[in-house]
């Protein structure tokens, strides 16, 4: 054995036990978290790694980045099978690796990648340091990763020519040997002398790179697909829901790190810090201090300092371990206005490459803040109040629910009627007057296309989707529990909504308490009976309209056409997109209960979204969501724009087209 050949030995040994104890160490600190089975529908799992990781579907969304990262993420792959025969040879020096063919094969593939990824390596420089945008942190752990993957893929090509400098007649490679013939002029002497400084080049830059992993951001590479395998299935923004029937709980919600389940802590580590999510939140744009990216890094921060405590036994705990145990994640690692700043519209989730959960983790900071440090904003203590003691956010009566069904002629619950469809009013509708219209189109339509309609009447009280999303899951529950009983009873076979907030709760959340049904949107309803010829729009309308994507209806449910067909069957509809539509459409910011609380900070959201919309030209903004339409409208009048354009939902359009004008208002 000579002396080169044990040195390689000793460093390669080091570098990877010291790679193996940083990792068991993160495995002990994401530990720490609640249990949680993220091995269930393992098909789609794979599937998921094959489209997310191998695939890097979700960073094809940037015509830059996503070409970027894919052949880095390929070249990897593709370089790593010289990487390891390297390694092996270094090891074992009697090793004869591939020849014929296949070596030709695998030393152009390797060429080709190592070329397309020196140039991402580049793209991801310039984009970094010269085209500087906002989302991208200028460090020297970014310069360090990128100059370090350089470094390994230079002395790769350096080990490959010159080789063939010494041995021409070795397999053939595209860039080797074009580089290699002209290194051979030097002689021997200068070509082992510099196939021994790649060779050491390359194992230096490569377990410098592989042992800093752990320490750097860019320990996503490593933990990424894991992450992605182990995604929550469960519709976007789905919550867990809290135990209160267990007296010995003294804490709800995410109050320490140990209140999450280990899949969120696995999340810190996954984030790529590429500030994709920061740059979608519309809290943010708008001048709010919310940023879902630096609530993954400060997770993780919070993590690595307080897993080492929480590992220790109990009686070596200091005075100052106790101080930071004390520390909590709601209002003292994440401040309490960016948790009450964020609208839960899901873009950070929709726009990171690695499924990481930001709302989920911002709810649950915001339980805590309700539910154990009892700290509510006023606005907020006034919703929780009216919906306790009356069931509707305005604290009105019960009367204008029954009412609705005497004025449009239909089947009412609380009165003992069975209709074959229920229609789900919702609190705006029951009482916004300018929602109310909107459900008496829908309603007009229905009855047109002869469907037997009711509703709730008195029975219904609101889903609870804000009380939930401010953090008052006991309200919530409370009112999920009382509708669930009223829904069974009822037996319809299909509820309709037109909010998306009470379909996504009557649809993906009350199964956890015991309801099952059939919901449908109105505009996916209305879209079926337009298809069917049930309804068939007639009356001519000549306007140039743009149509506003509610995030609960879009990145939650993931409809995004019903509502744009209704539209197209209207004769003389021109509908133009905004910049910002269908799953990157840009929060109207009523949700996660922000309706119900005013913006003090910044540019107001809707202002935001509404100037995007003017920015079309179009003359009237259509909507799928009572709250997405008052808050449009409002946008548009403080904008000055109202008397230009006007903002109406989309089956207001569709009654305007298919009823007789007296009808259809």
């Not at 920061?278 to 993954?296: D, F, R, W, Y």
């Not at 950070?348 to 490459?353: G, K, Q, T």
Request: aromatic content about 10%; overall charge negative; charged content about 20%.
């Amino acid at each position: 054995m000579t002396l080169d050949h044990l040195l390689f030995i000793v460093i390669f040994v080091l570098a990877v036990l010291w790679f193996g104890l940083l990792v068991e160490e993160k495995v002990r600190y994401v530990g720490v978290g609640q249990p949680i089975d993220r091995s269930s529908h393992a098909p789609q799992r794979w599937e998921s790694v094959l489209v997310y990781v191998f695939g890097q579907k979700r960073l094809f969304k940037d015509r830059y980045s996503g070409p970027m990262h894919f052949f880095i993420f390929w070249g990897f792959i593709v370089l790593s099978i010289g990487t390891i025969t390297f390694l092996i040879k270094g090891l074992f020096p009697g090793f004869v690796s591939f020849g014929g063919p296949a070596a030709v094969a695998i030393n152009t593939l390797s060429d080709v990648m190592g070329v397309l990824v020196l140039i991402a390596l580049a793209m991801a420089a310039y984009k970094r340091y010269v085209l500087r945008p906002k989302r991208l942190v200028r460090n020297v752990d970014a310069a360090l990763v990128l100059g370090l993957i350089a470094v390994v893929v230079l002395s790769d090509m350096a080990i490959e020519s010159f080789t063939l400098a010494l041995h021409p007649h070795a397999p053939y490679a595209p860039l080797g040997t074009f580089v290699g013939g002209w290194l051979h002029t030097f002689g021997p002497s200068a070509d082992r002398t510099g196939l021994m400084v790649a060779d050491w080049t390359k194992l230096i830059s490569l377990l410098s790179f592989l042992v800093y992993l752990p320490y750097s951001k860019h320990f996503h590479l490593v933990i990424a697909p894991f992450n992605i395998y182990h995604r929550n299935l469960d519709p976007l923004g789905k919550l867990p829901s809290l135990n209160f029937e267990d007296d010995t709980v003294e804490s709800y919600g995410i109050g320490q790190v140990t209140d999450m389940t280990w899949a969120d802590l696995l999340d810190a580590y996954a984030c790529v810090q590429c500030g994709r999510c920061t740059a979608e939140c519309p809290a943010n744009a708008t001048g709010k201090t919310l940023s879902p990216k630096e609530i993954m890094v400060d997770l993780r921060h919070q993590l690595e300092r307080v897993a080492p405590i929480l590992l220790k036994a109990p009686e070596g705990l200091t005075a100052s371990d106790n101080a930071l145990l004390e520390i909590p994640m709601a209002g003292g690692v994440t401040q309490a206005d960016d948790l009450w700043a964020c609208t839960t519209c899901g873009a950070c989730v929709e726009a990171c490459p690695v499924f990481n959960e930001h709302v989920v983790k911002i709810v649950g900071m915001r339980r805590h803040l309700v539910l154990t440090q009892g700290e509510i904003p006023q606005a907020a203590q006034n919703f929780f109040k009216n919906v306790e003691n009356t069931g509707n956010p305005w604290g009105l009566g019960l009367d204008q629910r029954q009412q609705f069904a005497v004025d449009m002629g239909i089947k009412d619950v609380s009165r003992g009627d069975h209709p074959e469809v229920l229609y789900w009013m919702g609190c705006a509708a029951t009482y916004d007057d300018r929602a109310r219209k909107v459900a008496e189109s829908t309603v007009r339509l229905m009855k047109e296309a002869g469907v037997d309609v009711g509703v709730l009447g008195a029975l219904e009280k609101c889903t609870g989707d804000s009380a939930r999303r401010m953090g008052n899951e006991y309200l919530f529950q409370s009112l999920a529990q009382e509708n669930v009983e009223t829904l069974n009873q009822a037996g319809a076979k299909t509820i309709v909504t037109t909010c998306p907030h009470c379909f996504n709760t009557l649809k993906n959340e009350y199964g956890d308490f015991g309801g099952s049904y059939d919901v449908v949107h109105h505009a996916e309803f209305l879209a079926e009976l337009v298809k069917a010829g049930d309804l068939k729009p007639k009356n001519d309308n000549p306007v140039t309209l743009t149509y506003h994507d509610s995030c609960y209806l879009g990145r939650y449910n993931d409809i995004y056409d019903a509502p744009r067909d209704v539209l197209g069957a209207v004769p003389g509809v021109h509908l133009v997109e905004m910049e910002r539509s269908r799953e990157k459409s840009f929060c109207c910011g009523a949700g996660g209960g922000r309706m119900w609380m005013e913006e003090k900070v910044g540019q107001r959201i809707n202002q935001n979204r509404s100037q995007q919309a003017i920015a079309t030209g179009a003359t009237t903004v259509a909507t799928a969501c009572p709250f997405c339409l008052t808050m449009m409208r409002d946008g548009i009048q403080s904008l000055g724009e109202d008397e230009r354009i006007i903002v109406k939902d989309f089956a207001e359009i569709l009654a305007d087209s298919v009823l007789p004008m007296a009808d259809s208002h």
